[in-house]
Protein backbone atom coordinates (compact mmCIF):
# COMPACT_ATOMS: atom_id res chain seq x y z
CA UNK A 1 0.00 0.00 0.00
CA UNK A 2 1.10 3.73 -0.64
CA UNK A 3 -0.32 6.64 1.55
CA UNK A 4 -0.51 10.25 0.53
CA UNK A 5 -0.26 12.99 2.84
CA UNK A 6 -1.13 16.69 1.69
CA UNK A 7 -0.37 20.06 3.23
CA UNK A 8 -0.15 23.57 1.96
CA UNK A 9 -4.09 24.39 1.53
CA UNK A 10 -5.59 27.60 2.53
CA UNK A 11 -7.33 30.80 2.25
CA UNK A 12 -5.98 33.78 0.01
CA UNK A 13 -6.83 36.24 -1.74
CA UNK A 14 -7.71 36.06 -5.64
CA UNK A 15 -3.99 36.83 -7.50
CA UNK A 16 -2.35 35.22 -4.86
CA UNK A 17 0.12 32.14 -4.76
CA UNK A 18 -0.25 28.87 -2.72
CA UNK A 19 2.50 25.72 -3.10
CA UNK A 20 0.59 22.67 -1.98
CA UNK A 21 2.82 19.20 -1.24
CA UNK A 22 2.15 15.72 -0.89
CA UNK A 23 4.56 13.24 0.71
CA UNK A 24 4.23 9.41 0.01
CA UNK A 25 5.22 6.30 2.21
CA UNK A 26 4.34 2.51 2.15
CA UNK A 27 5.19 0.79 -1.11
CA UNK A 28 6.50 3.83 -2.93
CA UNK A 29 8.31 2.06 -5.25
CA UNK A 30 5.64 1.19 -7.04
CA UNK A 31 4.53 4.98 -7.89
CA UNK A 32 4.99 6.10 -11.66
CA UNK A 33 2.95 8.99 -11.91
CA UNK A 34 1.90 11.70 -9.12
CA UNK A 35 -0.99 14.35 -10.08
CA UNK A 36 -3.07 16.42 -8.29
CA UNK A 37 -6.82 17.10 -8.66
CA UNK A 38 -9.44 18.74 -7.54
CA UNK A 39 -13.36 18.55 -6.55
CA UNK A 40 -16.13 21.52 -5.95
CA UNK A 41 -19.30 20.47 -4.00
CA UNK A 42 -21.44 18.72 -6.80
CA UNK A 43 -19.00 18.21 -9.00
CA UNK A 44 -16.54 15.06 -10.16
CA UNK A 45 -12.90 15.18 -9.37
CA UNK A 46 -11.30 17.37 -12.00
CA UNK A 47 -7.33 16.63 -13.07
CA UNK A 48 -5.41 19.78 -12.57
CA UNK A 49 -1.33 18.33 -13.07
CA UNK A 50 0.73 14.95 -13.41
CA UNK A 51 4.31 14.02 -13.43
CA UNK A 52 5.35 10.70 -14.35
CA UNK A 53 8.72 9.27 -15.28
CA UNK A 54 11.76 12.10 -14.80
CA UNK A 55 10.76 14.75 -16.14
CA UNK A 56 7.31 14.57 -17.68
CA UNK A 57 4.32 16.86 -16.89
CA UNK A 58 0.92 17.03 -18.33
CA UNK A 59 -1.77 20.21 -17.40
CA UNK A 60 -4.83 20.76 -17.22
CA UNK A 61 -5.75 23.88 -20.24
CA UNK A 62 -7.59 26.13 -16.75
CA UNK A 63 -4.38 25.56 -15.10
CA UNK A 64 -1.70 25.80 -17.70
CA UNK A 65 0.85 28.53 -17.23
CA UNK A 66 -0.17 29.72 -13.71
CA UNK A 67 0.34 26.23 -11.56
CA UNK A 68 3.51 24.21 -12.10
CA UNK A 69 4.15 20.82 -10.70
CA UNK A 70 7.37 19.32 -9.52
CA UNK A 71 8.01 15.70 -8.26
CA UNK A 72 11.41 15.09 -6.29
CA UNK A 73 11.64 10.86 -7.32
CA UNK A 74 14.21 10.50 -4.32
CA UNK A 75 11.85 11.87 -1.62
CA UNK A 76 8.85 10.64 -3.36
CA UNK A 77 7.19 13.99 -2.78
CA UNK A 78 5.50 15.86 -5.75
CA UNK A 79 4.52 19.52 -5.07
CA UNK A 80 2.16 22.00 -6.98
CA UNK A 81 2.65 25.60 -7.14
CA UNK A 82 -0.19 27.68 -7.98
CA UNK A 83 0.23 31.33 -8.80
CA UNK A 84 -2.07 34.31 -9.77
CA UNK A 85 -5.36 31.75 -8.40
CA UNK A 86 -8.58 33.14 -9.21
CA UNK A 87 -12.08 32.34 -7.34
CA UNK A 88 -12.94 29.39 -9.89
CA UNK A 89 -9.69 26.99 -8.00
CA UNK A 90 -11.34 27.04 -4.91
CA UNK A 91 -12.24 23.36 -4.54
CA UNK A 92 -10.37 20.34 -2.18
CA UNK A 93 -7.15 19.14 -3.67
CA UNK A 94 -6.23 16.12 -3.82
CA UNK A 95 -2.99 14.42 -4.46
CA UNK A 96 -2.78 10.98 -6.53
CA UNK A 97 -0.31 8.16 -7.54
CA UNK A 98 -0.33 6.01 -10.13
CA UNK A 99 1.55 2.84 -11.00
CA UNK A 100 0.82 3.44 -14.56
CA UNK A 101 1.80 5.82 -17.41
CA UNK A 102 -0.91 6.15 -19.79
CA UNK A 103 -4.40 8.17 -19.43
CA UNK A 104 -3.11 9.93 -16.58
CA UNK A 105 -5.63 12.71 -16.96
CA UNK A 106 -8.40 10.56 -15.21
CA UNK A 107 -8.88 9.88 -11.98
CA UNK A 108 -9.70 6.35 -13.01
CA UNK A 109 -5.61 5.49 -13.49
CA UNK A 110 -4.76 6.64 -9.54
CA UNK A 111 -4.97 3.93 -6.84
CA UNK A 112 -4.22 5.71 -4.53
CA UNK A 113 -5.66 9.51 -3.12
CA UNK A 114 -4.26 11.40 -0.38
CA UNK A 115 -6.80 12.99 2.19
CA UNK A 116 -7.38 15.94 0.74
CA UNK A 117 -6.68 19.89 0.76
CA UNK A 118 -9.01 22.58 1.01
CA UNK A 119 -7.63 25.78 -1.05
CA UNK A 120 -10.03 29.05 -0.99
CA UNK A 121 -9.70 31.68 -3.29
CA UNK A 122 -11.80 35.13 -2.64
CA UNK A 123 -12.68 37.68 -4.63
Known amino acids: QVQLVESGGGLVQAGASLRLSCAASGRAFRINAMGWFRQTPGKEREFVAT???????HYSDSVKGRFAISRDNTKNTVSLQMNSLKPEDTAVYYC?????????????????WGQGTQVTVSS
Open 51 to 57: AWGFVNT
Open 96 to 112: AASDRSTALASATAYAY
